[in-house]
């Protein structure tokens, strides 16, 4: 089994900047990719971005420029770098290990911004 924590949300005013952090545990083998995913109140959950284990990684266009993903495989971790933060950018966020062809989720980390 493969387990996912996220840490890193909290309340930020607009403008702002968060970090957001997600290690997996258990029985990894190799991780296919990672990724981040959000779920604002009342709306389907989306992909923010993603990073494969090569390859390019990909935003949805709302984020581009502002956030950035990151990895560090030693430590079998995944950032998500969030810069001028947004109302609209408020949701649970969710992050996604592909383990062994196999999808993992964390459990979310709510990111509020507002004022």
């Known amino acids: 089994q493969v387990q996912l924590v996220e840490s890193g949300g909290g309340l930020v005013q607009p403008g702002g900047s968060l970090r957001l952090s997600c290690a997996a545990s258990?029985?990894?083998?190799?991780?296919?990719?990672m990724g981040w995913y959000r779920q604002a109140p009342g709306k389907e959950r989306e992909l923010v971005a993603s990073?494969?284990?090569?390859?390019?990684?990909v935003y949805v266009d709302s984020v581009k420029g502002r956030f950035t993903i990151s990895k560090d495989n030693a430590k079998n971790t995944v950032y998500l770098q969030m810069n001028s933060l947004k109302p609209e950018d408020t949701a649970v966020y969710y992050c996604?290990?592909?383990?062994?062809?196999?999808?993992?989720w964390g459990k979310g980390t709510l990111v509020t911004v507002s004022s």
């Open positions: 990073i494969p284990g090569a390859g390019r990684t």
């Open positions: 996604m290990m592909t383990v062994a062809w196999q999808d993992y």
């Open positions: 258990g029985r990894i083998f190799s991780i296919n990719a």
